[in-house]
């Protein structure tokens, strides 16, 4: 992806919009209007156009998948993913999906996925997966960071915001520009650990 001029990328973020000449018409509005005009209106133009065209392959969208197979071909199919390993009655990865939820709309060159490891004994196995929440960053099929439970997030293990999470997924390569906005975290009611209790998340081995 050609690097954007920050002008055009402000509008795109600021807008999520699917009509590309009301963007086109918050580019002309502006102030900036100076010899570069042309070539930003061009890359908002082409910009538009390829967001429309990865929304269409599932871009933008938090899925889940049901099944191994697919989950394999599409990590190693698309440049970048995030993939959450999640038990729907563990209230963790329930935090996780809201967080994910927020995150995929904003970032249309990911695709986030959803797995239940219920679904995937093959994969858990071979990924060595035993605490839950785990999210997986993939860039071109290979999996480039892991987030076990609430893992360095935040200031405490149960309370982060999704910035947290975007700057955490920025720092691996598989997003490729800050998005998220507000700073509300999501509070995770659970009992304060005892000192002697590592686990970040849930054990469902």
Request: net charge negative.
């Amino acid at each position: 992806m050609a690097n954007l001029d920050s002008h055009v990328a402000s509008i795109l973020d600021a807008n999520n919009s699917d009509d590309e000449d009301a963007l086109i018409a918050s580019l002309e509005d502006s102030p900036a209007l100076d010899a570069f005009r042309e070539q930003r209106i061009q890359q908002l133009h082409s910009e538009f156009t390829r967001a429309k065209a990865q929304k269409n392959e599932g871009f933008g969208n938090y899925t889940e998948i049901k099944e191994e197979k697919a989950l394999m071909d599409l990590t190693t199919s698309v440049k970048y993913a995030v993939v959450h390993f999640a038990k729907d009655d563990f209230a963790r990865c329930g935090v996780m999906d809201g967080h994910l939820e927020s995150l995929a709309p904003k970032h249309f060159d990911t695709r986030f996925l959803k797995m239940n490891v219920e679904n995937a004994p093959f994969l858990v196995t071979k990924l060595k997966i035993q605490v839950l929440p785990c999210v997986l960053a993939f860039v071109n099929g290979v999996s480039v960071d892991r987030i076990v439970g609430f893992e360095g997030l935040g200031y405490t293990q149960d309370t982060f915001t999704t910035k947290d999470l975007e700057a955490r997924l920025l720092q691996s390569g598989v997003l490729q520009r800050a998005k998220a906005t507000g700073d509300a975290s999501i509070k995770f009611g659970v009992k304060k650990a005892k000192k002697d209790d590592s686990d970040d998340g849930d054990d469902w081995d």
